[in-house]
């Protein structure tokens, strides 16, 4: 399941965007055509009449609006096609997702990070390596899309006004065989979320370094706290890294790595009262993340056990836009997120304990200036935030 050798498909794709110059932010920037399959992928991730009962798309979860993560902010996860049922997590935005490499051990030395990490993979824990592989997911789950097997969502696509597409792109015989057309359903899926209309790079930061926008004072402030790593830094970029100054790739502001950063359960996840199957622990359920993935992939317990807790470190490209935060929607704002980081370890900050109490990332010994006691003022964290805040793509030039 995890391959630990040079991850190619981010690479060809990082050329394919330099050739196509998406990284140069062009005056039309994510205005590209689709091309067929794209487009096809298109209208499958925006069919509601694929999952069952019918109402519920891949973008009903991962819409445009909200930098194609979940547009419902009032609730922790999102609903399933059946409106009783809740996902056990949030639902993380598919732009940008292209880039991560495949799942790995990366024994690269980083700050606070003396033993290596895991990188890359899709998902909060990394359990689908590819776009393909991810994108086959939520049509059978029974918490989303809820179809029983892979032939109800065929018909549905033969039924489509889109179906003479699918047999243009993959052939005139292409919905015949169901396991064969189900593949191509992914892929056509995979190819629209790795086209520029999902990965525009659009945001005011981005025009900002490409000289074609001015920051406020605030803003110019905040990523400067963003950006250092020092002592006096709020060191977000040593797990939402930049791309090397030196370096022509784009700025993904993730390092693909994992981390438990100590997020407290989240007593409102409507996951908690569903019945069993669906939820056999009840009320007792914790989210071990990438421990309990490595588990189920057969590795043994002393590995599994040393990732418990750890989710993926999401991109921070159109962040402001994908409220709730962490994995089980326990933030609601991104200032309430940055002072989670900024005080967790200050006495009397208030700050429920972690869900997962193991692997907690801290300094080791304890130290002021460190992640969880980082003594921002309340300007820079707001001034952190107004920075989050150009990450968002559909930025307009003046």
Sequence with gaps: MINRSTNLVIILSLAVLCLTGALAVPANAGENELLPIENLGKLIFFDANLSKPVGQSCASCHDPSAGFANPVTGLPVSQGAIPSRYGNRNAPSVSYAMF????????????????????GGLFWDGRANTLEDQAKAPFLNPLEMHNLRKATVILGIRQSSYAKLFQQVFGKRSLDDV?????????????????????????????????????????YNGYLLFTNTGMMGAKCANCHSLAKPDSNDPDLFTSFGYQNVGAPRNPDLPFYDL?????????????????????????????????????????????????????????????????FNNTRDVAGAGWPPPEVPENVHRHMPPMPRTFGQLGLTDQQVDDIVAFLETLTDGYIPQ
């Design 179 to 219: 396991d064969k057309a189900y593949e191509n359903v992914a892929q056509a899926i995979a190819s629209y979320e790795r086209s520029s209309e999902v990965n525009p790079f659009t945001s005011k930061y981005d025009y900002w370094k490409a000289g074609q926008a001015v920051f406020t004072d605030s803003e």
């Design 100 to 119: 991560s490499p495949v799942l790995q051990y990366d024994q690269t030395m980083r700050p606070g990070i003396m033993e290596g990490m895991y990188v």
């Design 275 to 339: 019945p069993m199957p669906l939820n056999p622990a009840g009320e007792s359920y914790v989210d071990r993340g990438l421990g309990d993935f490595l588990r189920s992939a057969g590795y043994p317990e002393d590995v599994a056990a040393k990732e418990d807790g750890k989710f993926k470190i999401p991109s921070l490209r159109n962040c402001a836009v994908t409220p709730p935060y962490e994995h089980n929607g326990v933030f609601s704002t991104l200032r309430e997120v940055v002072m």
